[in-house]
């Protein structure tokens, strides 16, 4: 298993704990993904959110209609311009998710040691001795034995609640559970979960398709959250949907790990995408739980050296309801950054929790107090290892570059960049300093109209830990004279200079291109 990436190795003195945080523009390198919903979706809150941290806004399609997420879209567009805050959009997909259909909305008693028939005639009245369910084909998927589980939402563990069920009988299309813990299913949405079993429905379904291609397609949505990922088929069939929708051709598909299946295949999914969601609440029921970290650290460690972005879910989930969060839930989010996670992924939190600012701004603060003793040196070196040589051309100017500013202490690390792919390197060698990622726009034609590109590029370094875009004027051509370049670069020294992460004196590390050569140089600020 990889160590600990934790910087302490000699005991500190317990009274510098205490002392506070120096204030910081960007709260955290770690990125903050917040799901808006009932509960944030006003211009107010989300405003709030963004102030607070939250880099990438996720729509969950698996409740609400493309018109109710299209009105919290326009709030979001409202809140970026009044905050000045850039902020990346993912679709998550509703996949081959099994639901409880309780058309009554009205609460579910479930006894323990008492049986429940989950059926797939959705005509029957949900009520404690049957719950209809939105698959036919579940009867033929278990046996005894299997293990079955059902939560509010997004699964959350708590007994009051979740409930377990053991498959005692399949009759017909029906099956019969017995119930193994007492709960009340109350609310409009829960999901059930078969262990380790797998569900014969695509994983991009008809009602995915549809809402990509069309409030994604008109949204231009810059991630697709591809729910229960099983293998590289899966990632491959999404990428060729989308190549086919214009605009959406540079959306990146994240894979989201739910089950067992998507954890055996882990290797070849995460090859095809562009990024990994760790989702521990389905995969957290299919996994023993003396199982889930150790899934945890590989699945990091695997995304870190590939270069590609790590997602953790389910950190806080009694901030859904309290305005702080458990001991226990505070060190999950610190060891998840520890880890080298790039971000924390919030659900229930913010979607409809009672503060969801809050739970941000929180969430924030853990990460960039682990930031601080992350063993940056221990990782470099273990990347840089890992590559191995000879090294491509990008990785070793990606390299020098982090070498270059730790040597020097410098502030910030600078990178002119078209594509984003120079930037997301240097952001790989985890630098313990901010990497202000100069998006140079490209100017294309389609023998019709002249479009520039870069925004997809900007927002999408959202997702990446201690990444952080500019969007530069695009009468700067990325390739250009030495007057221009310097020119761009001042703009995003002012820039750093606002900010207040670059002050007089300091170190600057600058990557770029000068013709066809790429250039690292240290620059140091007069007053």
Same mark, same amino acid.
């Given at each position: 298993m990889v160590s600990n990436y934790l910087l302490l190795e000699e005991p500190i003195r317990m009274a510098s704990i205490l002392e506070p945080s120096k204030p910081s523009f960007f709260p955290a390198m770690t990125k903050i993904v917040g799901t808006l919903g009932p *509960? %944030?979706? +006003? #211009?107010? /809150?989300? %405003?709030?959110?963004l102030k607070a941290g939250m880099s990438v806004a996720r729509f969950d399609f698996s409740w609400g209609d493309a018109e109710y997420h299209q009105e919290t879209l326009e709030n979001l567009n409202v809140a970026i311009k009044t905050t000045k805050k850039l902020c990346a959009v993912?679709? &998550?997909?509703?996949?081959?998710? =099994? =639901?409880? /259909? *309780?058309? +009554? $909305? !009205?609460?579910? +008693?479930?006894q323990e040691d008492s049986f429940v028939v989950l059926t797939p005639d959705q005509d029957q009245e949900a009520t404690s001795n049957i719950l209809p369910i939105n698959f036919s084909g579940l009867s $033929? @998927? /278990?046996? $005894?034995? &299997?293990?079955?589980?059902?939560? !509010?939402?997004?699964?959350?563990?708590r007994e009051t609640t979740s409930v377990w069920l053991e498959v005692s009988e399949v009759k017909d299309k029906d099956v019969v559970c017995l119930i193994k813990n007492s709960a009340v299913l109350a609310g409009p949405l829960y999901t059930l979960? #078969? +262990? !380790?079993i797998r569900i014969d429905l695509p994983t991009l379904t008809d009602k995915d398709k549809e809402a990509i291609s069309t409030w994604g397609l008109r949204n231009k949505i810059d991630f697709l959250l591809l729910s229960y990922a099983r293998g590289a088929e899966d990632v491959r069939q999404a990428r060729e949907f989308l190549s086919k929708l214009g605009d959406l051709k540079q959306t990146q598909i994240f894979a989201k790990i739910e089950n067992v299946e998507g954890l055996i295949n882990f290797d070849e999914i995460l090859q095809e995408a562009d990024g990994i969601i760790l989702a521990r609440g389905n995969l957290g029921i299919d996994l023993p739980p003396e199982k #889930?970290? =150790?899934? !945890? $650290?590989e699945a990091v460690y695997k995304c870190n050296i590939a270069g590609k972005p790590a997602v953790v879910t389910r950190v806080v989930d009694t901030m859904t309801d309290n305005l702080r969060p458990t001991r226990a839930e505070a060190t999950d989010v610190a060891n998840a950054v520890l880890d080298g996670c790039d971000a924390i992924l919030l659900g229930a939190e913010t979607l409809r929790g009672l503060y969801p600012i809050e739970t941000i701004s929180t969430v924030g603060k853990i990460c960039a107090e682990a930031e601080k003793v992350y063993n940056q040196d221990l990782y470099f070196k273990k990347t840089v290892k890992y590559v191995g040589e000879p090294m491509t051309h990008l990785e070793s100017i990606a390299s020098s570059a982090v070498r270059a500013a730790i040597k020097v202490k410098a502030s910030v690390i600078i990178c002119f960049t078209s594509s984003g792919r120079a930037a997301r390197l240097i952001a790989k060698y985890r630098p313990t300093m901010p990497v202000l990622s100069v998006v140079i726009p490209r100017l294309r034609t389609n023998q019709l109209r002249w479009t520039f590109s870069g925004a997809f590029e900007a927002r999408q370094s959202l997702m990446v830990r201690g990444l952080f875009p500019i969007? @530069? &004027?695009?009468?700067?051509p990325a390739e250009s004279s030495s007057a221009t370049n310097e020119s761009v670069l001042? #703009?995003?020294l002012d820039h750093g200079k606002a900010s207040g992460i670059i002050k007089p004196h300091d170190r600057v590390v600058v990557c770029q291109k000068v013709g066809d050569a790429s250039v690292v140089k240290i620059i140091e600020l007069e007053d």
């Open positions: *509960n %944030s979706r +006003s #211009v107010e /809150v989300i %405003s709030g959110c993912m679709l &998550d997909t509703i996949g081959p998710e =099994l =639901l409880i /259909v *309780n058309k +009554s $909305k !009205q609460p579910i +008693s479930l $033929k @998927a /278990v046996k $005894k034995g &299997d293990e079955i589980f059902i939560g !509010q939402y997004l699964f959350t563990g979960h #078969v +262990s !380790q #889930v970290f =150790l899934y !945890q $650290k969007l @530069a &004027d695009p009468r700067h001042k #703009v995003a």
